[in-house]
């Protein structure tokens, strides 16, 4: 693997573009970055500035990306990673156009069209801070790079909970996990739980049906996945239900072996014994970075109105990290089109009061 010098994606060394430059090769993601890269070594200026700031790629953040581009706007997207949380579905079934496509598989798609069908300035890295100055705000990275835009959007998406129970901090990565895993076998034919009762953990529930012996759900709740996964879960002969339990803690020695659940409002604590316990409780949104500027709602979700625009003029939002209702990847999609649509106009009319004045 390499590193693209001017967006930090790793790339392969086979497929990827390559430049030789003052006798070093450089592999680039695509011709965009390539080309950028060209540029900037002949003027030695890094661009910093741009129109628009998209930050995270998620499915929010790279439609407002591709959108951002196919409008023509001079715009940039910072992200962690690509993808979001996406990349964690292994069977997605309500996305439009695909009966059926994994989430890498979607996000591969999704990241060809911001690097190849339409180019558009990204950088693989952690946006830690963001402050408002005269014209627009300034964007601060984790590598402390400075980058300013007149228009923002905020596509953070959300990250997992933790139960915050005993043993959870001792036993993670070793018997714990958060979501999905790539590789099952170290529970092939063992007793395994999943916590939680939403898509995700029922999406967890269908993996493991095959590998492991049995599946404990334990769910403080009604299960709130959609039926049609549900109808097929509830089938299957190795597992089972606890609707209104509680997790109260993970026990082992150097590896988990057990967890203790109690219903609801009753004293007495059940011992299951499992070599795996996968932790599906929801996320919450990544609104820290703006939390000084916009408005949030109790959840911590950024407020919006129909058009992504927040409480602070120049700031949109879209997709989970706001209060839009429906948690899914279409609808983060949907939301981080409008986005983009919402802030070019935005920027169309700053450049209409600029002739006015
Ligand atoms: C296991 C699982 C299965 C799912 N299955 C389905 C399904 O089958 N169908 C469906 O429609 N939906 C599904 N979902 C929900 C769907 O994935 C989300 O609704 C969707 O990904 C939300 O997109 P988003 O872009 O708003 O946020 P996210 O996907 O959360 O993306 C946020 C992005 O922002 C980046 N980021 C965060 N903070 C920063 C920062 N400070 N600086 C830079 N970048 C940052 C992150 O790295 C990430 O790239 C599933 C979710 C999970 C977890």
Redesign the pocket.
């Known amino acids: 693997m390499k590193k693209d010098p001017v967006c930090n994606m790793d790339v392969r060394e086979d497929d990827a573009i390559t430049a030789e430059c003052d006798g070093l090769p450089y592999y680039f993601c695509s011709e965009g970055c390539k080309e950028k890269f060209l540029k900037e070594r002949t003027c030695k200026v890094p661009r910093t500035s741009y129109d628009l700031i998209v ?7 790279l439609t407002a990306a591709v959108y951002a581009a196919t409008l023509k706007m001079d715009a940039f997207i ?9 990349v ?2 292994t ?5 439009m156009g695909f009966d059926f496509i994994t ?1 890498p598989e979607l996000v591969e798609k999704f990241q060809y069209q911001l690097i190849h069908s339409h180019y558009i300035d990204h950088l693989i ?4 801070k963001i402050e408002t100055v005269e014209g627009g705000f300034n964007v601060t990275t984790s590598e402390l790079n400075k980058y300013f835009a007149k228009t923002l959007i905020i ?4 990250t997992r909970r933790r139960l915050n129970v005993d043993g959870e901090d001792s036993f993670q990565r070793r018997g714990v996990f958060y ?2 895993i790539q590789d099952f076998s170290f529970i092939h034919g063992e007793e395994v739980a999943v916590i939680g009762g939403g ?2 953990a029922l ?1 967890i529930v269908e993996n493991l049906h095959t590998v492991a012996k049995n599946i404990h759900l334990v769910s403080d709740a009604k299960l709130t996945a959609d039926p049609v996964i549900i109808e097929r879960v509830v089938q299957f002969k190795n597992f089972h239900k606890y609707e209104g339990f509680k997790v109260i803690e993970f026990t082992g020695d150097s590896m988990l072996s057990h967890i203790r659940i109690r219903e609801k409002a009753k004293a007495e604590a059940i011992n299951i014994p499992v070599k795996g316990v996968f932790i ?1 409780i929801g ?1 919450k949104p ?1 609104s820290s ?1 703006v939390s000084h500027l916009v408005k949030l709602n109790e959840k911590g979700e950024i407020i919006v109105n129909p058009d992504c625009s927040t409480s602070y003029p120049g700031i949109f939002a ?4 706001t209060d839009a209702f429906g ?6 999609s949907g939301e ?1 089109a409008k986005a983009a649509l919402a802030a070019r106009q935005y920027i169309l009319d700053l450049r209409r009061k600029l002739y006015d004045e």
């Not at 596509?155 to 959300?158: D, I, K, V």
Request: charged residues 20%; negative net charge.
């Open positions: 930050i995270g790629g998620g499915p929010a953040g910072i992200t962690k990673d690509l993808g979001g949380q996406a964690d579905s069977k997605i079934e309500n996305y989430g890295s952690e946006v830690e596509a953070t998406g959300m979501g999905n898509n995700s999406q599906a996320l990544n970075i879209a997709g989970d990290v948690k899914r990847i279409i609808i983060a981080g």
